[in-house]
């Protein structure tokens, strides 16, 4: 009986442990959920990880690939977003929403022409979406399109009636036209909607600038800069209209403020210096108009190199690369001691001595060819001496080794993006953050968008 009694006792034990283990494995379908739930909390770097582990189960689920794009765009990885999408529209054709959204995440990288066919495919699978209206009437905007643009404005506005923003852009869309009376009235729904928009009624008051309505127009920029004090635009145009009415001297502080808040405006000198002329001030004039000239002039220089204004310096490679943690545990020595010549290198080259690190960086790769910790580590090196292709090289041998080293990606994507590869770069960065180095999306966020 007692033998009996243990081997049932046994055999309990056994289905208890069993079904403890089955519950505490999770599923691709919980690790989606986690996702989402993270994601409706704002935390969308946990969000992607979740997303990443459903994929990692179930590479061919559609949802898994969308969910985690708009994580990504969440963090303005708007590139790695585009790859999510990419997959999921392969995955499923007729996934409006992720045509939607990978022509969001084009436009936002001023990709309106790649954009315009992926709001064509969303508004052709769901025709009922005034997003994907909106969507493309911004990007056909951006194209100078504006008469398509003004068409999907209004599409949008017959979807949702109620969205301010929709009226908002056609108001300007009409502006852009010409049509400065057909903007008033959705800039009135605007400004009833959400009458502490400041831009409503800065939008208003130029629109009756250009119908002559100079007092109305000054009524709508004293809400304005009442809403909103540091808008350099307001006080511009409030400016503009006070010399409208031959008020030259209220409209002269005005001018003073705009410039200030927004000192680069060439054309607010050129207006100051229109006005100083008529109040007498011919030598502050001529001063304003010099500056008008010479910040013309260096605008126009500076769109000449504006290809290479968001690469980062060779500083701040370095403020980048260094900031890179340490391996924070200790690899077993195996009988080649390749760890310890590794190890070693580090030290050494913590002490300032490069060329000893460089020799044991080289010995510990000679010993274990399939090392990647010291390639990635001669890549840190070789950056600081300033061998960046070198580093390169080493940065790939170390990822290819081992496909999840984030470091090694995010590395990469800094030399890259240093060296003009901004794509290639900001791709890297990318990787680097779905692999759950996070400090990538920092960097997304000043130097990929």
């Known amino acids: 009986m007692d033998q009996l009694f243990r081997t049932i006792y046994a055999l309990f034990l056994l289905c208890f442990c069993l079904s403890l283990t089955t519950h505490g494995q999770q599923t691709a379908a919980d690790h989606f959920n986690t996702g989402l739930a993270k994601s409706k909390a704002g935390d969308f770097t946990g969000a992607l990880q979740a997303f990443s582990m459903a994929i990692t189960m179930n590479p061919e689920n559609g949802p898994s690939y969308y969910n985690r794009g708009l994580a990504k765009a969440n963090l303005r990885d708007h590139m790695g977003a585009i790859l999510d999408y990419d997959r999921a529209?392969?995955?499923?054709?007729?996934?409006?929403?992720?045509?939607?959204?990978?022509?969001?995440?084009?436009?936002?990288?001023?990709?309106?022409?790649?954009?315009?066919?992926?709001?064509?495919r969303a508004i052709e699978l769901n025709p009922s979406d005034a997003v994907a209206y909106y969507s493309r009437g911004n990007s056909r905007s951006k194209l100078g399109q504006e008469r398509l643009a003004l068409a999907d404005f209004s599409k949008a506005i017959t979807l949702d009636s109620t969205n301010a923003q929709y009226r908002y852009v056609r108001a300007v869309s009409q502006q852009h036209l010409g049509n400065f009376s057909a903007s008033i009235p959705d800039f009135d729904k605007v400004i009833q909607a959400t009458p502490k928009r400041a831009q409503a009624f800065t939008g208003r008051g130029m629109s009756k600038i250009e119908l002559k309505d100079y007092n109305g127009a000054v009524n709508d920029l004293n809400k304005a800069i009442e809403?909103?004090?540091?808008?350099?635009?307001?006080?511009?145009?409030?400016?503009?209209?006070?010399?409208?009415?031959?008020?030259?001297?209220?409209?002269?502080?005005?001018?003073?403020?705009?410039?200030?808040?927004?000192?680069?405006?060439?054309?607010?000198?050129?207006?100051?210096?229109?006005?100083?002329?008529?109040?007498?001030?011919?030598?502050?004039a001529v001063q304003d108009y010099n500056q008008a000239i010479e910040l013309n002039n260096a605008e126009a220089n500076t769109h000449v190199t504006t290809q290479y204004s968001t690469r980062f310096s060779r500083e701040t490679l370095n403020k980048l690369r260094n900031a890179i943690p340490d391996r924070s545990t200790v690899n077993p020595l195996s009988a080649d001691r390749s760890e310890a010549y590794l190890d070693r290198g580090i030290s050494k080259s913590k002490q300032g001595d490069t060329k000893g690190a460089l020799a044991d960086l080289n010995r510990s790769i000679e010993l274990n060819p399939s090392y990647a910790d010291a390639y990635f580590a001669r890549a840190m090196l070789r950056s600081s001496l300033g061998e960046q292709r070198a580093a390169l090289h080493d940065c790939s041998n170390a990822t290819k080794l081992n496909a999840q080293y984030a470091e090694a990606y995010y590395l990469r994507g800094l030399i890259h993006y240093s060296l003009g590869e901004d794509n290639a770069g900001c791709l890297d960065l990318s990787k680097a953050g779905e692999l759950g180095y996070t400090p990538a999306y920092k960097t997304i966020s000043e130097y990929c968008n």
């Open 89 to 120: 529209v392969d995955i499923n054709p007729s996934d409006a929403m992720a045509y939607l959204s990978r022509g969001i995440s084009k436009s936002r990288q001023e990709d309106h022409r790649g954009a315009l066919p992926d709001f064509n």
């Open 227 to 284: 809403l909103s004090p540091q808008d350099a635009e307001s006080f511009y145009y409030r400016a503009y209209t006070k010399s409208k009415l031959a008020d030259f001297r209220a409209a002269l502080p005005d001018y003073d403020r705009a410039i200030s808040l927004q000192p680069t405006q060439y054309s607010y000198y050129y207006n100051r210096g229109f006005c100083r002329s008529k109040l007498g001030d011919q030598k502050g």
